[in-house]
């Protein structure tokens, strides 16, 4: 044992404890630790990231197992998910707090950080198992812990994501429970909501949202519920017969819009509109319409990427947004829509699949029938027309059909073809049909009920109506591409 100190070669065990931090710091090195973690936060605070950075990479080397290390290391892990915008560089920095802190407090924020990042890589509902662990972990371990509220809310919208209604309202009302003053609370309160109203419990539903906007009024979820509730009770339940409000939005000079064919929503209640006469988007906000993206021309289908910018399928495949297309299957484009995972879902009126890509440009074929138009719905799945089957499908995130509903049912007469699909965030489902017996528009509530149905006739309109869409107080918006404008029907 030459070359050993003499306590080393009198106790072995030193050894064991010589590569290792004390557990129990010394006086000094505490209070070297909180200096260097002040001087850190003061940099942060003042913006200077590389210097807080380099103060606390140095109480990292000096005082790994201090508190103020596991304070440093979860400063550091949320700088690169809110100001660098970049989850994935967290992960060294939570992997290493729940693996040298897991005694620490701040471990169950880590793991319920680390476990949001894994949700957000998910590209399929399969993909969410080791989110899950993670959120269960904190459930299991830190069961008084503030981020206790968070990671049921989380593990609510993972089994939502899946499908699995119970554990999921069961995981929502758990984090309302929990900590009715959190920030998770009014997000549980509508997503809880939103899984009554899936599993057909309209009353319950509407409570939760009342709920939420009575207890929690000055929350964004709290406005939210607002149009949930009343759209809701107009569709469902006062069903006043569809009427046309004229020229929307109401005040605008006529032919604001130059051909209107493609409408989209983007998450912030703004409407885009494709004029195919000028192969350009346009976005109105405020009751202006300002150009947005690039020109396309003989755009069949659009739809808003996860940056929010707007995605086109032409004849030349998926256009990206630096505008170089995506060769896919099929020469007769039908319809797209971009799901909650970022997979861009593609229709064809002559290929009998849907064509679905990733965010990682990868596709696959899902076996399906010909398809004249698509909407989204908020399973995270589409619906889909088929002429070639006379049937209107709404497919969970899996493409598995969870409702099925024949060309005509519930409606006076049988029309032959669906124009075009549009949707709201609570599974309404509105379509342009023509053809046959009924030609017009018909509202299917998320079970597939006829909600509301009008012919041309009995509504006094006529034009060349080719997309519609469903704005936030329960109106559809129409556009009429020989008349240059939108409708607007209550």
Same mark, same amino acid.
């Given at each position: 044992?030459?070359?050993?100190?003499?306590?080393?070669?009198?106790?072995?065990?030193?050894?064991?404890?010589?590569?290792?931090?004390?557990?129990?710091?010394?006086?000094?090195?505490?209070?070297?630790?909180?200096?260097?973690?002040?001087?850190?936060?003061?940099?942060?605070?003042?913006?200077?990231?590389?210097?807080?950075?380099?103060?606390?990479?140095?109480?990292?080397?000096?005082?790994?197992?201090?508190?103020?290390?596991?304070?440093?290391?979860?400063?550091?892990?949320?700088?690169?998910?809110?100001?660098?915008?970049?989850?994935?560089?967290?992960?060294?920095?939570?992997?290493?707090?729940?693996?040298?802190?897991?005694?620490?407090?701040?471990?169950?924020?880590?793991?319920?950080?680390?476990?949001?990042?894994?949700?957000?890589?998910?590209?399929?509902?399969?993909?969410?198992?080791?989110?899950?662990?993670?959120?269960?972990?904190?459930?299991?371990?830190?069961?008084?812990?503030?981020?206790?509220?968070?990671?049921?809310?989380?593990?609510?919208?993972?089994?939502?994501?899946?499908?699995?209604?119970?554990?999921?309202?069961?995981?929502?009302?758990?984090?309302?429970?929990?900590?009715?003053?959190?920030?998770?609370?009014?997000?549980?309160?509508?997503?809880?909501?939103?899984?009554?109203?899936?599993?057909?419990?309209?009353?319950?539903?509407?409570?939760?949202?009342?709920?939420?906007?009575?207890?929690?009024?000055?929350?964004?979820?709290?406005?939210?519920?607002?149009?949930?509730? +009343?759209?809701?009770?107009?569709?469902?339940?006062?069903? &006043? #017969? =569809?009427?046309?409000? *004229?020229?929307?939005? $109401?005040?605008? %000079?006529?032919?604001?819009?130059?051909?209107?064919?493609?409408?989209?929503?983007?998450?912030?209640?703004?409407?885009?509109?494709?004029?195919?006469?000028?192969?350009?988007?346009?976005?109105?906000?405020?009751?202006?319409?300002?150009?947005?993206?690039?020109?396309?021309?003989?755009?069949?289908?659009?739809?808003?990427?996860?940056?929010?910018?707007?995605?086109?399928?032409?004849?030349?495949?998926?256009?990206?947004?630096?505008?170089?297309?995506?060769?896919?299957?099929?020469?007769?484009?039908?319809?797209?829509?971009?799901?909650?995972?970022?997979?861009?879902?593609?229709?064809?009126?002559?290929?009998?699949s849907l064509t679905l890509v990733g965010a990682d440009g990868l596709s696959? +074929?899902?076996?399906?029938?010909?398809?004249?138009?698509? &909407? #989204? =719905?908020?399973?995270? *799945?589409?619906?889909? $027309?088929?002429? %070639?089957?006379?049937?209107v499908k709404f497919l969970d995130a899996n493409g598995q059909p969870q409702?099925?509903?024949?060309?005509?049912?519930?409606?006076?007469?049988?029309?032959?073809?669906?124009?075009?699909?549009?949707?709201?965030?609570?599974?309404?489902?509105?379509?342009?049909?023509?053809?046959?017996?009924?030609?017009?528009?018909?509202?299917?509530?998320?079970?597939?009920?006829?909600?509301?149905?009008?012919?041309?006739?009995?509504?006094?309109?006529?034009?060349?109506?080719?997309?519609?869409?469903?704005?936030?107080?329960?109106?559809?918006?129409?556009?009429?591409?020989?008349?240059?404008?939108?409708?607007?029907?209550?």
């Open positions: 044992m030459t070359g050993l100190l003499p306590s080393a070669r009198r106790f072995p065990w030193a050894l064991a404890l010589a590569g290792f931090p004390a557990l129990i710091l010394p006086a000094q090195d505490v209070d070297l630790a909180e200096k260097l973690y002040r001087s850190g936060e003061r940099a942060y605070h003042s913006r200077s990231y590389p210097e807080a950075f380099e103060t606390w990479n140095q109480l990292l080397q000096a005082a790994p197992r201090s508190g103020f290390a596991a304070q440093a290391l979860i400063r550091m892990a949320r700088y690169h998910i809110e100001v660098e915008k970049k989850p994935d560089s967290a992960m060294p920095y939570l992997d290493r707090l729940k693996t040298e802190h897991i005694k620490s407090p701040l471990a169950a924020e880590a793991m319920l950080l680390r476990g949001e990042i894994l949700a957000q890589r998910a590209r399929k509902p399969a993909e969410l198992k080791e989110a899950i662990a993670e959120f269960n972990r904190v459930v299991d371990l830190y069961t008084d812990s503030p981020a206790l509220a968070g990671a049921h809310y989380q593990l609510g919208m993972a089994f939502r994501d899946q499908s699995q209604w119970g554990r999921a309202l069961q995981s929502f009302m758990e984090a309302y429970r929990l900590d009715p003053s959190s920030a998770f609370a009014p997000k549980a309160l509508l997503q809880g909501a939103e899984v009554l109203d899936i599993q057909g419990d309209l009353p319950g539903c509407l409570r939760l949202l009342v709920r939420l906007r009575e207890r929690l009024p000055n929350s964004p979820e709290a406005k939210d519920a607002a149009w949930r509730i +009343a759209v809701r009770v107009k569709w469902r339940m006062q069903k &006043a #017969p =569809l009427k046309s409000e *004229g020229n929307w939005p $109401a005040g605008k %000079a006529p032919k604001w819009v130059n051909t209107p064919t493609l409408l989209a929503w983007n998450p912030e209640g703004d409407l885009y509109i494709y004029e195919e006469g000028l192969d350009r988007a346009v976005i109105l906000h405020k009751n202006e319409a300002v150009a947005v993206g690039i020109p396309v021309k003989g755009a069949k289908a659009f739809m808003i990427s996860a940056s929010g910018l707007p995605l086109f399928l032409t004849k030349a495949g998926l256009v990206k947004e630096d505008g170089s297309p995506m060769a896919l299957p099929g020469t007769a484009p039908s319809g797209g829509v971009v799901d909650r995972w970022g997979t861009a879902w593609v229709g064809d009126k002559k290929v009998a696959r +074929a899902l076996p399906s029938p010909t398809t004249n138009a698509l &909407a #989204p =719905l908020p399973n995270g *799945g589409v619906a889909q $027309a088929s002429d %070639a089957n006379r049937d409702v099925w509903i024949p060309y005509g049912k519930g409606l006076p007469g049988v029309f032959r073809s669906v124009l075009a699909l549009g949707s709201d965030a609570i599974g309404h489902v509105a379509a342009i049909v023509e053809g046959g017996e009924f030609e017009g528009v018909v509202l299917w509530g998320p079970d597939g009920s006829v909600l509301r149905q009008a012919t041309w006739r009995q509504l006094g309109i006529s034009g060349k109506f080719v997309a519609i869409t469903i704005d936030r107080n329960g109106g559809l918006i129409l556009a009429d591409r020989s008349n240059d404008l939108l409708l607007r029907l209550n």
